[in-house]
């Protein structure tokens, strides 16, 4: 978003959304056209259906009774200097270090060792342990944030989030649908740029709804 350098990165449970904001005032690259930082995120409007009695899902534009569309189930956040990075960028090569670790990640822990290792949530100093690191919220200051160089919530600089939904199950043959909105929002300043992206997926909800 923007330079590359100074961005962040959070969540927001209620929405099911992760999203991208930048950790200073000016933004090298919007500088450029004048603009203040913006925001962008990424909405699971519905996820994958699942078998829920008594509630009801949406598949392709209509009502499915008995089930439920998962939203997001984990969140996860990599940068630089973080303690967990890509899976399998350590000494573990192969099949047990990529497909256990993305396991672990997707389901909303650390990625690390293999499928034998225990499972353990990502650093979160004094919060609580959680699949949804950096669900503070940055506009008000409260709760857990990202940008604040400690070692659980890192400098601003490079970073990649992964919002997950799951688990389901899916036979072969079958067919899931999986319902994304991908959200800018600008504001008057790197802040207010989050409030206008959240008020805009709130929008998109409520529309799909």
Do not use: H
Not at 14 to 42: E, H, M, T, V, W
Not at 132 to 147: A, C, E, M, R
Request: with cysteine; aromatic share 12%; glycine share 12%.
């Amino acid at each position: 978003l923007g330079d590359f350098a100074d961005n962040l990165a959070g969540c927001d449970t209620l929405l099911s959304l992760g999203f991208y904001y930048i950790g200073r005032d000016i933004d090298n690259i919007y500088q450029k056209f004048n603009l203040p930082p913006p925001a962008i995120g990424y909405c699971i409007l519905a996820g994958p259906i699942v078998p829920a009695l008594g509630d009801s899902a949406v598949f392709e534009l209509r009502r499915r009774k008995n089930s439920r569309n998962l939203g997001m189930s984990s969140f996860f956040e990599m940068g630089p200097g973080d303690p967990y990075s890509d899976p399998c960028s350590g000494p573990i090569p192969g099949y047990l270090c990529n497909t256990a670790q993305w396991w672990k990640l997707l389901r909303g822990y650390a990625p690390f060792g293999t499928f034998t290792s225990p499972d353990i949530y990502y650093s979160n100093g004094p919060y609580p342990p959680s699949k949804f690191p950096l669900s503070g919220d940055p506009v008000t200051g409260q709760g857990w944030l990202d940008g604040l160089g400690l070692l659980y919530s890192y400098p601003a600089g490079d970073r990649r989030i992964i919002p997950s939904t799951g688990p389901f199950a899916m036979a072969p043959g079958d067919t899931q649908e999986v319902v994304l909105a991908v959200i800018g929002g600008l504001g008057a300043d790197r802040l207010s740029s989050i409030a206008v992206m959240k008020n805009y997926a709130r929008q998109a909800r409520a529309t799909y709804d």
